[in-house]
């Protein structure tokens, strides 16, 4: 029955999460002062159940393996951390220049890269997989260093912002859980072996979108007063990350038929698409000093980025690989 409803939440994560913005949304509306602070002290151990069993499945000794695809991780940590900061910026000032929130919560998706559908697409679209998971690893790992300086120099005067406090959020919500998802990994695989492990690998990833669920629902209840009193302007969020997106795909498309391998190039277009939403809706939803309302954007991000990775991947299975015709595929998938 549980292994039923994390593998139901994981593969409906989409319209889950929808359903848990909405319910928070209203929630908000109705819950007292004394449940919202119940609700509030839950945050930091609901992160951190979201976040771990997702480390689980990240092997670290891939991070050795990067001079083995020096190319494509060289690649996506050039375009995570010098092209898409720069989109991001445009992107704020340009939509949020009056939001500093909103444009907070943009920062976080830009800045930190790769998720664990970052693998999962590539393998499924007949990329490179051992490139996917090593730009994986080390654009995490990168992201724990670099994001409280990236932000301390974009937030400026727009928020108050605390780069000690950010260091300790990601010591708490990235490198804790990466160590105990770590450890956890080796003594599940010693005790169960590959295959047994291969097993509950899934109910890993329906556990961290249960913690999402729990999130977005926590996160849109504290702030349902804030974004329901701008109702259009909460709305037309989507609109930059529609275009962020957009702009990501194309970078990367560009990119891997430039300068790589068929193969290294799905893996490098899957290592800068896909944003670890997780951690970042994590960041900001435990965060005492960035605001809030930036949660907003990455729940939103939710909506865009399975749909951008299942699309690609049936452009290069279902189109390229078969020679399919789009419309063919695209009234396949409607």
């Not at 499945?57 to 050039?78: C, G, W």
Request: proline share 5%; glycine share 8%.
């Amino acid at each position: 029955m549980i292994r039923r409803v994390l593998l139901g939440i994981k593969r409906n994560l989409l319209y889950v999460v929808v359903a848990s913005l909405v319910l928070g949304l209203l929630a908000g509306q109705v819950f007292d002062a004394g449940t919202k602070r119940l609700l509030q002290s839950a945050i930091t151990p609901v992160l951190f159940l979201m976040i771990y069993p997702m480390m689980i499945n990240i092997d670290l000794k891939e991070v050795l393996n990067v001079r083995d695809h020096v190319a494509p991780v060289a690649l996506s940590l050039a375009i995570n951390f010098a092209v898409v900061p720069v989109l991001a910026i445009a992107l704020a000032r340009l939509f949020f220049a009056g939001n500093p929130a909103y444009a907070v919560g943009l920062y976080l998706i830009a800045l930190i890269p790769t998720s664990g559908m970052t693998a999962a697409w590539t393998g499924l679209a007949d990329g490179d997989l051992e490139a996917a998971l090593v730009a994986m690893a080390a654009n995490l790992l990168t992201a724990v260093v670099v994001l409280p300086a990236y932000l301390s120099l974009l937030v400026g005067d727009g928020a108050t912002f605390d780069p000690g406090a950010l260091y300790r959020q990601m010591a708490l919500f990235v490198v804790v859980p990466m160590i105990a998802g770590n450890v956890t990994r080796r003594l599940l695989l010693r005790k169960q072996g590959s295959s047994g492990f291969r097993r509950l690998k899934p109910l890993f990833g329906g556990a961290s979108s249960l913690g999402v669920m729990a999130i977005v629902f926590i996160a849109m209840t504290m702030r349902s007063q804030a974004i329901l009193s701008d109702p259009i302007g909460s709305a037309i969020t989507i609109v930059p990350l529609v275009l962020f997106y957009a702009g990501l795909l194309l970078v990367g498309v560009a990119v891997g038929r430039t300068l790589l391998p068929t193969e290294q190039g799905i893996a490098l277009i899957y290592a800068t698409s896909m944003r670890n939403l997780s951690i970042a809706v994590a960041i900001a939803a435990a965060s005492e000093t960035l605001p809030t309302e930036a949660i907003l954007p990455i729940a939103l991000a939710y909506l865009l980025q399975p749909p951008l990775g299942a699309v690609y991947m049936h452009y290069r299975r279902d189109v390229v690989a078969e020679g399919r015709a789009v419309g063919d595929v695209v009234r396949s998938l409607v």
